[in-house]
């Protein structure tokens, strides 16, 4: 059974998840940062990989991006880094990135390479559904490499039912229509999404991401989901602090 099934078997609720940009804010930093949050009780890691143009996220990720981009940060390097990562990290591992510099380094080597290092899962947030079921979702099945989609408090219901059917490990709940960032607390729109989505009774697990940065956020998430993720907070703390350790000692005070 794939490592994000696994989890969520046994743990569906309160499921703490982090992302952090691989290549930030050091070059080669990124076993050492997923090393110290699988020691340190983190239940799942989301290594983003570094994009030019990264749509989809707020000025904290992007500039975490561009630094990583110029300390020399790629696809390949990455694979390199983290090859002897299974050794003694046992947690779930997926990369986050967008879908050009995949391409690039072509999709079939980009699966078989996650495969290789034991990379459990992959978001791709400008992958449009209807492509991954067409060509995508085959190459990923044969890796298993679990492909998690991303809905919206716009996403229709009939195509959220149709992204929990045909895909699995668990739901990525974007907590609003905007891009990566610190939120203080969910208005009252937010909320009725999470309500929503929670009577709907979906089959996948689901976890809330953008916006969570406090002990707030983070038990509203827990109440609606089975858990949250964390990511421009942690970003930031990293940059501050240079250290993983105390990033991460930071961030589970303010949640705790």
Do not use: W
């Not at 799942?44 to 570094?50: R, Y």
């Not at 989809?56 to 990583?68: E, F, L, S, Y």
């Not at 990290?89 to 690039?104: D, E, F, R």
């Amino acid at each position: 059974m794939n490592r994000i099934n696994q989890l969520f078997e046994r743990k569906r609720k309160g499921a703490l998840s982090i992302y952090f940009c691989a290549g930030y804010p050091e070059a080669d930093n990124s076993a050492e940062v997923i090393r110290t949050l699988a020691k340190n009780g983190i239940d799942m890691i989301e290594i983003g990989i570094p994009f030019s143009d990264p749509i989809a996220d707020g000025v904290v990720i992007q500039n975490a991006a561009t630094k990583a981009l110029r300390n020399g940060m790629s696809l390949s390097k990455l694979f390199e880094q983290l090859k002897e990562i299974r050794n003694d990290v046992s947690i779930p591992l997926l990369l986050m990135g967008y879908l050009n510099p995949i391409m690039q380094y072509g999709f079939d080597n980009f699966c078989r390479s996650c495969a290789k290092i034991g990379i459990d899962g992959c978001i791709i947030p400008d992958l449009p559904f209807e492509d991954y079921l067409r060509d995508y979702k085959p190459v990923a099945d044969k890796h298993n490499l679990k492909m998690i989609m991303l809905i919206t408090p716009e996403t229709a219901e009939e195509r959220i039912r149709l992204i929990d059917t045909h895909t699995d490990g668990f739901i990525y709940m974007v907590s609003s229509a905007a891009t990566t960032g610190e939120q203080k607390t969910f208005n009252k729109h937010q909320q009725a999404y999470f309500q929503r989505i929670q009577t709907m009774s979906l089959r996948n697990p689901r976890m809330i991401g953008f916006g969570i940065s406090n002990r707030e956020t983070f038990g509203m998430a827990c109440d609606y989901a089975s858990g949250a993720i964390i990511g421009s907070r942690f970003v930031t703390l990293l940059g501050e602090h240079q250290s993983p350790k105390d990033a991460l000692r930071k961030i589970l005070q303010e949640i705790g």
